[in-house]
């Protein structure tokens, strides 16, 4: 398997513009995250789905933000309009659900996004 | 409200020591731990993990060690290695019915020196 794919790899945007990243989760797999890098923070869940159904979104930083999953291989997030203080790296991660066992999440290589 | 804290946002030891990595959180409910590892322009990859049954787990140079009554773990890397030089971030599973969701610590940047 090829992995969790991210595109684009980095993105350079006005402020203002709408911007889309993409993920495509690992085949098989039942969880798909969003994250968002940053030094003050670390690591920060946005979103999360189950079966392409979204479970938690309470992470998600403001309504500009949206995330989509309209089938098992596709997932997108959605910033409209973008600002500067957007500016991360945005990783998606999936995982396979086990129940009440342990599940570890695999990461994409990120999306550096850059809002001018 | 950070759930999971890394105190230390840097480490820096010399070749051959070891390196202590440490992590506090504040959900006794938190049934998974785990250490992910972050090179520059790379996604976080697995390290090791450690169910809350368990006070250690050992996987070659890497041991975690859990301490439920403080609330705590660390990461053990002996002998530490320049390729080991990343950042690592600390995770647990929020437990309850969300089994699957992973919440992170800030991260902590080691350096190791040749």
């Known amino acids: 398997d090829a992995g969790v794919i991210q595109s684009p790899r980095h993105e350079v945007t006005e402020m203002g513009q709408e911007v889309t990243l993409r993920c495509k989760p690992i085949s098989g797999h039942d969880y798909l995250f969003w994250y968002r890098q940053t030094m003050m923070r670390g690591l920060e869940l946005l979103i999360y789905?189950?079966?392409?159904?979204?479970?938690?979104d309470s992470g998600m930083p403001e309504d500009r933000f949206s995330a989509k999953m309209p089938n098992a291989s596709f997932s997108t997030l959605k910033i409209q309009p973008s600002e500067p203080r957007d500016s991360a790296v945005y990783f998606c991660?999936?995982?396979?659900?086990?129940?009440?066992?342990?599940?570890?999440?695999?990461f994409g290589q990120g999306t550096r996004l850059t809002v001018v | 409200d950070q759930q999971v804290k890394q105190n230390s946002p840097s480490l820096s030891v010399q070749e051959g020591r070891i390196s202590i990595l440490n992590c506090d959180y504040t959900?006794?409910?938190?049934?998974?731990f785990l250490w992910y590892k972050k090179y520059p322009a790379e996604g976080p990859t697995f390290l090791i993990s450690i169910s809350s049954i368990k006070d250690k787990n050992e996987d070659g140079r890497f041991t975690v060690f859990l301490n439920k009554s403080a609330k705590h773990l660390s990461l053990h890397i002996v002998p530490s290695q320049p390729g080991d030089s990343a950042v690592y971030f600390c995770?647990?599973?929020?437990?309850?019915?969300?089994?699957?969701?992973?919440?992170f610590g800030q991260g902590t940047i080691l350096t190791v020196h040749p």
């Open positions: 789905f189950n079966n392409n159904v979204p479970i938690d």
């Open positions: 991660a999936s995982s396979r659900d086990r129940g009440r066992m342990f599940t570890e999440a695999f």
């Open positions: 995770a647990t599973n929020a437990g309850g019915t969300s089994y699957g969701k992973l919440t």
């Open positions: 959900n006794s409910m938190f049934d998974y």
